[in-house]
Structures are given as C-alpha cells and as structure tokens.
C-alpha cells in the first residue's frame, strides 16, 4: 500500500472510531491507539500537500488563526418556535393543528428541546461544507472551520450498502440538517473550575459557553472546549422519507447524532406523558435540556399548515418549570461592577439543581434582601430564572436559628474601601471611586473594547486582565501606548501581539457618537451617546455644556445629566480624553454621521419587515440622521411604520386599530429624497 492509499484507509478509519466513540458512545480502540494512528496521517498529510482536504480528521484540532466570520444566508429561514408553559397551551395547539388540517389524522413527534446555540449543516455529496449558525433567522455567521472541530458532527457521511434491499437510504446529493451545538456539564463544570482558579469570569451557564465558545475566533479553543450536538431537522429537495421522524431516523444511521428521546405518539395524553417522563428524567441527561419540542411528523401536513409571521404553526415548544431546592445561606458577599454598582451575592451550602452545583445566587440589590428579610443560617429557596441564572425566590422562616443575624448591606466599596452613594431612583448603591477602585478600572477598559463602543475584537477581558496585573494599562488611554515587544512575551507571539496593537490602531477611526459611549460615563447608553454626540457635535461643546443645555436634549435626564457634568469635571478624566485626542481617536462627528436633515424631527418610526434597498440597521441610521427617533413598539406616540416585505400580522393589525399610517420603502425614500 503506498502512502497516499495508507491517507485514504486512515482518514476513513478514523472517521469510523470518532463516530463510534463521540455518537454511539461505543469506542473499539483505545485513545492511545486512535493517537497513534492521527499522528501518522498528520505526518504523511504534510508529506503530500496535495492531499490537503478540510473534511480530514487532522482538521478537527482546529486553528490558532483568527478568522472575521462572514454572514450568509439561510436558504430556508430559521424561524423560531412558539413557546408555552402549561399543558392547556398545548391542548389549544393539538386542536388547532387538526383544526387546520380539517380533522385529518396526524402524528406527533416528541422530542427534547435542549439548550444551546442552533445550527443549520448543510452537506453535499456526503461531505460537510458549511455550518452556519441562527443569526437573525434569514442571516447568520459561518462558522465551517469551528464546528469542523466538534467529533459528534459527521465530515464525511457514511456510505449505504448500494447491493442490500433494506439497507439505509442513500442521502441526497445536497441537504440541510439543524440542530444543536452544546457544552456538557462535565465540561461545563470543568470549565469553570479552571476559569475560577484562573481567577477568571465564569460562565453562566453551558448555553453561553457554548456560544462564546463557537464564536471563538480560534477553531483550535474550539477543539479544545469538547462541544457536542443533537440534530433535530432535516431539509432538502429529495428527502428519504415524508415524515419528519422517519427521516431523523434514516439520517441517524448516515453517522449523525439524533437524539434517543425521540417519540412519534397519536394523542394529546401521550403527548403529556412524554413531557411528564422527561420532566424528572432530564436531570439524568449529559447536556442541559429546558423543554420539549413537539411536532406534526407529516411534512405534507406541515406544508399545509404552513408558517405565522414568527413561528411554524406544526410546532410548539413547552418549557418546562423552573426546578426548586432549599438550602442554606452562610454569608453574604459583594462584587463591584464596572459602573461602580455593588451587587450582594448570597453563598450558600452546594446544591444540585437544574443539572449543575449551585453555591452563589444574585441578591439584586439592598431593596431585595429586606423585601426578604434575609439572615444569616436561612434556609432559602432557590430556582434558575430560565434554567441559566440562580436566584433566591424564598426563605423558610420556620428553619430560622435562633441566633441568626439580619444581613446588613455594606457602607464601603469591598475592593477600594470609598463610601458607597445612592443615587435618588436608583436600587443599587455605587463606588464613586470610578479612577481608583479595580473592578471599575478593568471594567471601564473591557467596555471601551467592547464592538458596539471601540470594537477592539483582538482582545479580551482575560488580556485585559493581564495587562492590568502587569501595570502596562490603568486607564483606556494606555492602551494606545502598548507596542508589540511589550506583549510578546518570550518572543513566541509575534503575530498575536501585532494583531493586537493593529487591532487598536484600527480603533481610532472608530465615529464619535461611539467614542462616547466607549467613555463609559454613568448612566450614558449607546442611544443616550447618539443623541449627545449629534446634537453637540464635538467633545469640546459635550465637555462644556451646562446642566441645562443637557436638559434640553430629549431623553437625557437629571440623573444622567449630572453623571456626564461630574465626569467631564473630573481631572484624571480630561487627562485622559487629552490622550485620546492626541493618539487620533475621532472627537467630533463626521460629515458622514451628521444629520443631514430634521425632515423626521420629533417623529417615532417603528421598522417592520424585510427590505430591498437597505438593511434595518441602515435605515435606523437614515431616521437618525433626519431627526428621527426609532423606536422598538408601535404605541398611540408612533408616527408611522416603516414597512417592508413580510410585516408581521399582528403590528399590522394593530397599526391598524390604532390608525398608524404605514409608509412602503420606496416611499420613505422619496419622503427624503
């Protein structure tokens, strides 16, 4: 056998044992030997170049590159489901789907809804070619190269026996399939030990992990994290079978991995034994699952119930409730975020609940512990709001130790030791020390970063961290000071510490309305930083204005007022901004993002539907630039709505009862010239 048949036998050997151990959880060789076999195809795949192939096995290690993910389009839209949490919703939508198929009999496939971060795959002549995630439904990133590193999703589709009568259907030369990329919670709970010893932000919940995960611009962190995915839909021109269930069960012996709760039932009372099984049996499950998705298994019946505005009429999802436990609450901490606003943080005896060890839950703020009269030693009741965040909903005050004592909140920053102020109509109370008190340093550096202020993609809160413990940042100017030998380390990341230090070049043509808002004064939003920078046009006037002449502007407040009076009065503030200036960031607003007209002054414009000329985000920055205000939900104060292709019925409906006038694209464009 020569080498490039010795590649060929590897690579189809290897794909087998990835999908016995990853899919079918049954390993034939053990790790060393499945080693030793990748190390020899990596070694002759750089042998013969040639050979080079994204669907190898060596590709699902990943890539330390950093690689901008382009949109595309979804060639069928991703539409999201109806959600429901009671079993009467789901009745109502038994009877609706056979009203609508006028009585015809129907069957329903019972699935689990896990939670993670939908994907559409799509495959041609066996063979993966891209990976795209939800997006917006219609767009949505590229991700190939990392989901290429996930072993649970097939590269290369397993070939039918084309001489066997009841062998597996053939796949179509090109298909789409959806499903769910996840973290497990062995992974997930490993992760965040790590990330905890590390000092590190820790994951919420395996959702966001997996998330951030996937959007990681390197594939090789990907590889890394051990993603896993449950497919759970299949589109195409030539589908094997015309039910939705049989279909899953044919693409499950092509090599991918199709849920095993998995149920095709009749009746509305087998509907609700299966949601009432998988209720209590999903906390036995290797990765988070927050309800159960049920659809009419017919594609011909789903085809003639076809779709609402948001959502398949065939389908619905039921959430299942939030779990409860009752354990004790031993101390009361507090974390400083990056607006200086103290969060209580209630530590408790570990306890299991909803798949993952709870020993923290938010407390809000000073308000929410007296509206519980919290003590210390109470047994608390505590939920995951959505299955993700712990929060304490209760106290078992029958449980109360006789010597237990009333949590008081703080007077003094925990990080800095400053007085703590309240601010009137504000919960929270506030470190004012917003130069001096780390978190807030840190905080205020990550958010300047961040993409909707500077969008310095190159770095991140760990680096930042970093930089901070190493004294080469302590405040957002620093950062214009940094140069590659400083962040090389031992020499060996050359190419990351350039990106880095382009990455904040490229910051300073970033518009001024975005300059403000990566200032990070108290209380001043990405809208609230629009409106400033548009009406005074420069920093210079921003930094000058009077209380009142902050007042005038529509949507800026007392409250907000005075924070951007007190920031620019500031020394080390205007220190800073100095700096800025003279590093080239962009100090007043470009001909480009002036407004070019007050044709839709005082109007408020809600934008509905697809459209031809511009996206919605343009056309938001169109209405601004006019003197518009957008606006997210039609009320009596809404002036028009700017409708394009597939408005949704029920904004029509009510633009209608409230006599909005509707306003076409083309006209909305003639109104402006």
Same mark, same amino acid.
């Given at each position: 056998?020569?080498?490039?048949?010795?590649?060929?036998?590897?690579? *189809?050997?290897?794909?087998?044992?990835?999908?016995?151990?990853?899919?079918?959880?049954?390993?034939?060789?053990?790790?060393?030997?499945?080693?030793?076999?990748?190390?020899?195809?990596? =070694?002759?795949?750089?042998?013969?170049?040639?050979?080079?192939?994204?669907?190898?096995?060596?590709?699902?290690?990943?890539?330390?590159?950093?690689?901008?993910?382009?949109?595309?389009?979804?060639?069928?839209?991703?539409?999201?489901?109806?959600?429901?949490?009671?079993?009467?919703?789901?009745?109502?939508?038994?009877?609706?789907?056979?009203?609508?198929?006028?009585?015809?009999?129907?069957?329903?496939?019972?699935?689990?809804?896990?939670?993670?971060?939908?994907?559409?795959?799509?495959?041609?002549?066996?063979?993966?070619?891209?990976?795209?995630?939800?997006?917006?439904?219609?767009?949505?990133?590229?991700?190939?190269?990392?989901?290429?590193?996930?072993?649970?999703?097939?590269?290369?589709?397993?070939?039918?026996?084309?001489?066997?009568?009841?062998?597996?259907?053939?796949?179509?030369?090109?298909?789409?399939?959806?499903?769910?990329?996840?973290?497990?919670?062995?992974?997930?709970?490993?992760?965040?030990?790590?990330?905890?010893?590390?000092?590190?932000?820790? !994951?919420?919940?395996?959702?966001?992990?997996?998330?951030?995960?996937?959007?990681?611009?390197?594939?090789?962190?990907?590889?890394?994290?051990?993603?896993?995915?449950?497919?759970?839909?299949?589109?195409?021109?030539?589908?094997?079978?015309?039910?939705?269930?049989?279909?899953?069960?044919?693409?499950?012996?092509?090599?991918?991995?199709?849920?095993?709760?998995?149920?095709?039932?009749?009746?509305?009372?087998?509907?609700? =034994?299966?949601?009432?099984?998988?209720? *209590?049996?999903?906390?036995?499950?290797?990765?988070?699952?927050?309800?159960?998705?049920?659809?009419?298994?017919?594609?011909?019946?789903?085809?003639?119930?076809?779709?609402?505005?948001?959502?398949?009429?065939?389908?619905?999802?039921?959430?299942?409730?939030?779990?409860?436990?009752?354990?004790?609450?031993?101390?009361?901490?507090?974390?400083?975020?990056?607006?200086?606003?103290?969060?209580?943080?209630?530590?408790?005896?570990?306890?299991?609940?909803?798949?993952?060890?709870?020993?923290?839950?938010?407390?809000?703020?000073?308000?929410?512990?007296?509206?519980?009269?919290?003590?210390?030693?109470?047994?608390?009741?505590?939920?995951?709001?959505?299955?993700?965040?712990?929060?304490?909903?209760?106290?078992?005050?029958?449980?109360?130790?006789?010597?237990?004592?009333?949590?008081?909140?703080?007077?003094?920053?925990?990080?800095?030791?400053?007085?703590?102020?309240?601010?009137?109509?504000?919960?929270?109370?506030?470190?004012?020390?917003?130069?001096?008190?780390?978190?807030?340093?840190?905080?205020?550096?990550?958010?300047?970063?961040?993409?909707?202020?500077?969008?310095?993609?190159?770095?991140?809160?760990?680096?930042?961290?970093?930089?901070?413990?190493?004294?080469?940042?302590?405040?957002?100017?620093?950062?214009?000071?940094?140069?590659?030998?400083?962040?090389?380390?031992?020499?060996?990341?050359?190419?990351?510490?350039?990106?880095?230090?382009?990455?904040?070049?490229?910051?300073?043509?970033?518009? !001024?309305?975005?300059?403000?808002?990566?200032?990070?004064?108290?209380?001043?939003?990405?809208?609230?930083?629009?409106?400033?920078?548009?009406?005074?046009?420069?920093? =210079?006037?921003?930094?000058?204005?009077?209380?009142?002449?902050?007042?005038?502007?529509?949507?800026?407040?007392?409250?907000?007022?005075?924070?951007?009076?007190?920031?620019?009065?500031?020394?080390?503030?205007?220190?800073?901004?100095?700096?800025?200036?003279?590093?080239?960031?962009?100090?007043?607003?470009?001909?480009?993002?002036?407004?070019?007209?007050?044709?839709?002054?005082?109007?408020?414009?809600?934008?509905?539907?697809?459209?031809?000329?511009?996206?919605?985000?343009?056309?938001?920055?169109?209405?601004?630039?006019?003197?518009?205000?957008?606006?997210?939900?039609?009320?009596?104060?809404?002036?028009?709505?700017?409708?394009?292709?597939?408005?949704?019925?029920?904004?029509?409906?009510?633009?209608?009862?409230?006599?909005?006038?509707?306003?076409?694209?083309?006209? !909305?464009?003639?109104?402006?010239?």
């Amino acid at each position: 056998m020569d080498e490039i048949q010795r590649i060929e036998q590897l690579r *189809k050997e290897l794909h087998e044992h990835n999908y016995r151990y990853y899919v079918l959880n049954q390993p034939t060789i053990g790790d060393q030997e499945f080693d030793f076999m990748m190390h020899e195809l990596q =070694d002759l795949e750089a042998k013969h170049p040639e050979m080079d192939d994204p669907n190898s096995p060596t590709q699902r290690v990943g890539s330390d590159l950093n690689a901008e993910f382009k949109q595309v389009a979804h060639k069928y839209p991703m539409l999201s489901l109806a959600n429901t949490y009671n079993e009467q919703d789901v009745a109502d939508w038994y009877e609706s789907v056979k009203k609508g198929l006028a009585g015809e009999d129907f069957e329903v496939c019972c699935e689990m809804k896990y939670d993670g971060l939908s994907i559409s795959l799509t495959y041609v002549d066996g063979r993966l070619t891209q990976a795209v995630t939800r997006g917006d439904g219609v767009h949505g990133d590229d991700v190939t190269a990392n989901v290429r590193t996930i072993r649970a999703i097939p590269l290369v589709l397993t070939s039918p026996a084309s001489n066997d009568l009841f062998a597996t259907p053939a796949y179509p030369r090109e298909f789409e399939i959806r499903g769910e990329i996840l973290m497990p919670w062995a992974v997930f709970e490993k992760l965040n030990k790590e990330r905890e010893a590390a000092e590190e932000p820790l !994951f919420a919940n395996p959702r966001n992990a997996a998330s951030g995960t996937l959007k990681s611009q390197k594939s090789s962190l990907v590889a890394s994290r051990q993603l896993d995915a449950y497919l759970y839909y299949l589109l195409g021109e030539e589908l094997p079978a015309e039910g939705h269930y049989e279909n899953l069960e044919v693409a499950r012996q092509w090599g991918f991995k199709i849920s095993e709760g998995m149920k095709k039932v009749k009746t509305l009372q087998e509907i609700y =034994d299966f949601i009432n099984y998988w209720d *209590k049996a999903r906390k036995n499950l290797p990765v988070a699952t927050d309800g159960i998705v049920l659809k009419v298994n017919s594609l011909r019946q789903q085809r003639a119930l076809g779709f609402t505005a948001k959502s398949p009429r065939w389908a619905i999802a039921y959430k299942f409730k939030a779990e409860r436990v009752c354990t004790r609450l031993n101390e009361v901490t507090y974390q400083v975020g990056r607006t200086g606003a103290v969060t209580p943080v209630a530590n408790m005896d570990p306890v299991q609940l909803a798949g993952t060890t709870v020993k923290r839950a938010t407390l809000n703020n000073e308000d929410f512990i007296r509206s519980f009269d919290l003590h210390i030693g109470d047994y608390v009741y505590v939920e995951k709001g959505g299955e993700i965040i712990p929060k304490i909903v209760g106290v078992d005050i029958e449980q109360r130790p006789i010597i237990a004592m009333p949590v008081t909140f703080i007077k003094r920053c925990p990080e800095c030791g400053t007085p703590l102020v309240r601010y009137e109509g504000e919960a929270a109370w506030y470190c004012p020390n917003d130069t001096g008190c780390p978190p807030q340093i840190k905080g205020r550096i990550e958010h300047f970063i961040a993409r909707k202020a500077m969008n310095i993609d190159s770095l991140g809160p760990e680096t930042i961290d970093d930089y901070y413990r190493q004294g080469l940042i302590k405040n957002i100017a620093d950062l214009y000071d940094i140069d590659v030998q400083q962040i090389n380390g031992d020499g060996s990341r050359t190419k990351s510490a350039q990106r880095i230090v382009n990455g904040i070049a490229a910051s300073k043509e970033v518009p !001024f309305e975005r300059v403000v808002f990566a200032l990070g004064i108290r209380f001043v939003g990405e809208t609230s930083a629009k409106l400033l920078a548009r009406h005074f046009k420069n920093i =210079d006037a921003l930094m000058n204005a009077s209380l009142e002449e902050l007042q005038e502007i529509e949507g800026i407040g007392e409250v907000m007022a005075k924070s951007i009076i007190t920031y620019f009065h500031d020394e080390k503030n205007l220190e800073i901004i100095r700096r800025l200036r003279e590093y080239g960031l962009q100090m007043e607003i470009s001909t480009q993002d002036a407004q070019l007209s007050t044709k839709l002054e005082g109007q408020s414009i809600v934008i509905s539907g697809v459209f031809a000329h511009h996206s919605r985000d343009e056309y938001k920055a169109i209405i601004e630039q006019n003197g518009g205000k957008n606006v997210g939900s039609i009320s009596s104060k809404t002036s028009f709505i700017l409708a394009g292709e597939n408005m949704g019925p029920s904004k029509l409906q009510k633009a209608e009862k409230l006599g909005i006038k509707i306003v076409s694209e083309d006209e !909305f464009l003639e109104m402006l010239d």
